[in-house]
């Protein structure tokens, strides 16, 4: 059974950090491209950043120069460090995992972890 677990996310002031992680299991992890999204209330899931088996990234445009991703693969697990956080920020984040080299949409990936919330005070 193959599972994704976030963790991190909490309420935090603008201007300030924070590091979310996602565990993985069920699944050969380094041979996966993982995905971040994130999805503000009444609004679709949208691509923050993606990193893949040969450590390539993406980021959207927004978040570039303020989050950075990287994996672990002797732990299975992804990470976002986010940093210079704004109020638009603001979103529950989901971590997903692709057999794909890489994606930014979501139909592309084939796990989903069930998200952590971010809140950035403003």
């Known amino acids: 059974q193959v599972q994704l677990v976030e963790s991190g996310g909490r309420l935090v002031q603008a201007g300030g950090s924070l590091r979310l992680s996602c565990v993985v299991s069920?699944?050969?992890?380094?041979?996966?491209?993982m995905g971040w999204f994130r999805q503000a209330p009444g609004k679709e899931r949208k691509f923050v950043a993606t990193?893949?088996?040969?450590?390539?990234?993406y980021y959207t445009d927004s978040v570039k120069g303020r989050f950075t991703v990287s994996r672990d693969n002797a732990k299975n697990t992804v990470s976002l460090q986010m940093n210079s956080l704004k109020h638009e920020d603001t979103a529950v984040y989901y971590c997903?995992?692709?057999?794909?080299?890489?994606?930014?949409?979501?139909?592309?990936?084939?796990?989903w972890g069930p998200g952590t919330q971010v809140t950035v005070s403003s």
């Open positions: 990193i893949n088996w040969t450590d390539n990234t």
């Open positions: 069920g699944l050969t992890f380094r041979s996966y491209t």
């Open positions: 997903a995992a692709s057999r794909r080299p890489y994606g930014s949409l979501p139909s592309l990936y084939d796990y």
